[in-house]
């Protein structure tokens, strides 16, 4: 029973699951919501990402197994697909469920977020629209912070432009380090068909634009916080567009995307209500 349990969680993804709950609980502190929204909030984003990680790799399993991912349990055979699968569908119902206390404005923009995160899995992940799950969601993801508040806000433009470009520097992060496996089994995304080079200046330069809009989109930070910030995610933009010359290339570079976004999320924390429309 506990080698079923860690396996599931291993099927969770479970370091970028926690970093995408993690951004959504500093920034609901940003926005000043009661600790019982923020423990909510928390909560829902972890059963989203629970959801999403393991519809994954119920959805990849054959491919998985067809390339000998050793780092995938189901394709390893250590948990069937049908028990990762139905976790997958109660792990979306309780996130939907976990969010309605907020509010139904915030529910219904959560459901999108899992909508299009699904979206990937199931159909775009091979079509040149990949992105587009990631635009949307990692876009969506302030927004359904502001809606929480008790009297909800929509979030401002800015805060929104910088989720959808962490999630395009996101996606092409992660499938970089897939690329040949990826082609045995035919999966052709935007990354894809756009080649490694191509990827690395797309991760760099999404990257680097979503800390640039967070600097320049809300005024009141201290320009130390600013601009401190701001060195840092383009140091870490270029580190990540060296790497991609790295063969074969490494996780590393998802790591440092991680990392990325946790120091623009401060920044958008530290904007507090300027995060409000």
């Not at 990849?60 to 699968?85: C, E, F, M």
């Not at 840092?232 to 990325?260: D, E, N, Q």
Request: proline share 6%; glycine share 10%.
């Amino acid at each position: 029973m506990l080698r079923k349990a860690a396996a599931l969680a291993l099927s969770t993804h479970p370091i970028p699951g926690l970093a995408v709950t993690a951004i959504a609980v500093i920034l609901g502190i940003g926005v000043g919501l009661s600790f019982e929204r923020v423990v909510l909030l928390g909560l829902a984003f972890l059963a989203n990402q629970v959801s999403v990680g393991l519809s994954n790799d119920w959805i990849d399993a054959d491919r998985d197994r067809a390339v000998g991912r050793t780092d995938k349990p189901v394709a390893q055979g250590r948990i069937g697909a049908g028990a990762v699968r139905n976790a997958a569908f109660i792990g979306a119902a309780l996130a939907i469920l976990l969010t309605t206390p907020l509010g139904w404005p915030a529910t219904i923009a959560h459901a999108v977020f899992i909508a299009s995160a699904w979206s990937y899995n199931v159909v775009l992940k091979s079509t040149p629209l990949s992105v587009l799950p990631y635009i949307v969601s990692f876009g969506l993801l302030p927004l359904v912070v502001t809606l929480a508040l008790p009297e909800p806000a929509a979030a401002s433009p800015w805060a929104m432009l910088a989720g959808a470009l962490l999630g395009v520097s996101a996606h092409f992060a992660n499938v970089l380090p897939d690329l040949a496996d990826d082609a045995a089994t035919g999966v052709r995304g935007l990354p894809h068909r756009v080649g490694r080079r191509a990827a690395g200046l797309v991760i760099a330069g999404a990257l680097a634009a979503a800390s640039a809009s967070i600097v320049l989109g809300p005024p009141g930070i201290a320009p130390v916080y600013q601009y401190g910030g701001l060195a840092v995610s383009l140091v870490i933009a270029g580190v990540c567009a060296l790497l991609v010359l790295r063969r074969p290339a490494s996780r590393t570079i998802f790591r440092l995307i991680i990392l990325g976004a946790l120091i623009d999320v401060v920044l958008l924390t530290l904007s507090g209500a300027r995060l409000l429309a």
